[in-house]
């Protein structure tokens, strides 16, 4: 069985820092690209980073550009987002989605897996 566990988040202080982790298991996702996505109440799921099988290539929402990271370690088939300097705005569930079909990776249909989630709470 394929599953991607996301963990780490939490309530944190604007201006804070948070690092969210998600693992994979039942098969190896190194080829695949893995991406975050965010969705905040009353709103659509919104793209904020991938990341290439290789990890050399990265992509990052303008919103989060220059705050968070995003990286892999495909021995361990794990992906983390770091987020710094968080901001209220970033309050939100963040799911992590790995996929390998061509397509807009930005967009939520170029994803094959994705985990259950993980509530992100910034505080003012």
């Known amino acids: 069985q394929v599953r991607l566990v996301e963990s780490g988040g939490g309530l944190v202080q604007a201006g804070g820092s948070l690092r969210l982790s998600c693992a994979a298991s039942g098969r190896t996702f190194s080829p695949y690209r893995k991406g975050w996505f965010r969705q905040a109440p009353g709103n659509e799921r919104e793209f904020v980073a991938v990341?290439?099988?290789?990890?050399?290539?990265?992509f990052y929402a303008d919103s989060v550009k220059g705050r968070f990271t995003i990286s892999r370690d495909n021995v361990k088939n794990t992906m983390y987002l770091q987020m710094n300097s968080l901001k209220p705005e970033d309050t939100a569930v963040y799911y992590c989605a790995a996929g390998s079909s061509l397509g807009d990776y930005t967009t939520s249909g170029a994803y094959d897996y994705w985990g259950q989630g993980t509530q992100v709470t910034v505080s003012s």
């Open positions: 990341i290439g099988g290789s990890g050399a290539n990265t």
